[in-house]
């Protein structure tokens, strides 16, 4: 019997779909996958290239892929024996996260998870969505709305507000944005953070949404938060948080929301290369992801499940009221060397709010950072 390993990321959403998903697959081909976890952060941030030492499997971020081409630690799933099956995961991705997997015309994953920066809210404490961020505002002055800003999350805001305003980030050298307009991104964020409470510094997604989901919380909204369906699901955890497209600015439409989600990868290093692509590909599949990848707590990538009317009635209708936000979604900087930039600007930012730095000063530094991201 053939087995093989895969990393995975430490949440419900992230670990058990592909523990239901494995089942099934083992059943059907006697192949054994055994999945193992890390956390968020480490998901974040932990070098590829030493999973795919250890693993057969891995499940990645897209800003990696520059950096993985380098190291070749995977391998490219674009097999032309498997055309078919290739432009039909393809055809059904939401959003641009089948793209944002492919580099330097290779296809490094496949997306298993689609997720963007978008709005939560407690329905039982708000009767709709906020349409408008200035509201957002008036909302944390009252201690009511909460915004994560561990790194790199302060990142992935500002990044979010740049494109939405219409001047997004750079994703080649020299500046990562104007100072004009990086002034401007951080000037909204200084309006938001100034109402909450310092903790938000220290927390990430999970954390608000755990916080948010607690009866007596004191927080009602979160305007840019990765979406976590399982928060929708009844009995997660004791109020449900419902998700919606994320708040604009003078009436936008709601584009340029920081891509997130997930992709499965192979490590090159595999002795089972074949079997672990074939997995790659059924568990990307439009039935997989609409069927046992969504029932088993997963927040699919393909569109099969996102029109779904059996997936959205039990989360609280998360896919149909999120979709304009991640089908207008930034793709990040993917090159080798932004990576190792994400981690140090997200600290720059959010030490530089708290410590009340300059934003022009702010802005130079993340500018000087981004174009050594390029000389790694």
């Known amino acids: 019997m053939t087995k093989l390993r895969g990393m995975t990321w430490s949440h419900p959403r992230g670990y058990d779909p592909m523990v239901a998903c494995s089942k099934v ?10 999945w193992e976890k890390r956390s968020l952060q480490d998901f974040e941030t932990f070098p590829v290239e030493e999973l795919a030492a250890q693993y057969d499997l891995i499940v990645i971020d897209h800003p990696h892929v520059g950096q993985i081409t380098r190291e070749n630690c995977l391998l490219p799933l674009d097999d032309a024996a498997h055309a078919d099956e290739l432009v039909a995961i393809e055809a059904g991705t939401v959003g641009r996260s089948y793209p944002s997997y492919n580099w330097q015309g290779r296809q490094w994953a496949f997306p298993l998870d689609a997720a963007t920066q978008v709005q939560a809210y407690r329905p039982d404490q708000l009767s709709a969505q906020v349409k408008d961020l200035s509201e957002f505002v008036m909302l944390a002055k009252e201690g009511r709305a909460i915004l994560p800003m561990r790194p790199p999350h302060s990142l992935m805001t500002f990044i979010t507000l740049a494109a939405h305003l219409g001047t997004p980030c750079s994703i080649e050298r020299p500046d990562f944005i104007a100072k004009a307009d990086g002034e401007a991104v951080l000037d909204w964020i200084a309006r938001l953070v100034a109402g909450m409470d310092v903790s938000c510094y220290e927390m990430d997604p999970i954390a608000v949404l755990d916080l948010m989901g607690k009866p007596d919380s004191p927080y009602v909204a979160s305007p840019f938060i990765y979406g976590y369906v399982n928060y929708s699901f009844e009995g997660f955890r004791q109020a449900r948080i419902a998700f919606a497209d994320m708040p604009v600015i003078d009436g936008r439409t709601p584009n340029g929301s920081a891509l997130g989600g997930t992709g499965i990868a192979v490590s090159a290093r595999t ?7 074939a997995f790659a590909r059924w568990i990307a599949g439009g039935p997989v992801q609409a069927g046992i990848y ?6 699919p990538g393909h ?3 996102w ?12 896919y149909r009221n999120t979709r304009a936000t991640l089908e207008g979604a ?6 080798d060397g932004y990576m190792a930039f994400q981690s140090d600007a997200s600290e720059m930012i ?24 390029f000389e790694a």
């Open 25 to 34: 697959w083992q059943d059907k081909t006697g192949v054994e996958i055994s």
């Open 271 to 277: 002795r089972a290369p074949e079997e672990a692509k």
């Open 294 to 299: 969504a029932n088993g707590n997963g927040q």
């Open 303 to 305: 569109a099969n499940a």
């Open 307 to 318: 029109v779904s009317d059996a997936v959205n009635a039990s989360a609280l209708d998360f």
């Open 330 to 335: 930034y793709v990040r900087p993917r090159h």
């Open 350 to 373: 959010s030490d530089g709010l708290r410590s009340g730095e300059r934003h022009t000063v702010l802005i130079d530094r993340l500018n000087r950072r981004f174009a050594q991201s």
